[in-house]
């Protein structure tokens, strides 16, 4: 009887070799918040945005179309079709810039001020940057050298990508509100530097998507 009460424990707590899976991911995660400090609880918070994806991805297209739908149905008809200076990727030049301002007129720049600056564009550039976040850490971790990193760097890792082009959002969205709210602040010298700000932060937009979808090619090939 001794014996067979010591072997049935052993046999018991012998678990099965099993891939990496999303519940050692989490426990890695709650390892690091067992250890306390402030960088690794926002770690932790970090790593758990992978398992809000789906919603977060789902949020950011929705707003995304709402903003495309006022862009092209309402913007633009206040503008007289002049594009508005947040989606022009490859930036504008000075008078470009004047033209739409002059187009819109007051009226239209407090309109887009109060439907875009203050409402929509206040989440949107946080929102997309935890969804790049969260897709940054989904398809990483499908990879063994990303899987093999500690907790806190692979939420450094997704951090450094995306953090950079929420700033330049931001910064972008302010420079052109101030435009709009201000026609006295345009100037050659303001609209130049509204235009790299525009670029920049496209440029920056373009690093953390290229390398989700590098990561999610690379996790369907060693599938």
Known sequence: MPDFVKATPMTSRSPAKAPITRAEFDRE?????????????LSVAVLRLSRH????SIASI????????LEFLYFQRL?????????????????????????LGRRGG???????YLT???????????TLVSLILVYGRRLSTFRAMSAQLQALFSLVLVLPYAVADYAQNFAVARLLSD?????????????????TKFALL??????????????????
């Open 110 to 116: 407090e309109i887009i001020i109060v439907w875009h």
């Open 29 to 41: 995660a709650d390892q690091s918040d067992r250890q306390g400090g402030l960088w690794c609880d």
């Open 53 to 56: 994806a789906a919603a977060l």
């Open 120 to 130: 929509f564009d206040v989440l949107f550039p946080a929102l997309l940057s935890l």
């Open 206 to 223: 373009a690093i953390p998507v290229f390398v989700i979808a590098v990561f999610a090619l690379a996790g369907q090939r060693w599938r």
């Open 79 to 103: 503008s007289g079709g002049l594009a508005s200076l947040d989606i022009r990727v490859a930036g504008f030049t000075p008078d470009e810039g004047m033209a739409w301002l002059t187009a």
């Open 62 to 69: 929705a707003l995304f179309l709402a903003m495309t739908a």
């Open 183 to 199: 026609f006295q602040s345009a100037n050659p010298d303001s609209l130049a530097f509204a235009s790299l700000l525009t670029v």
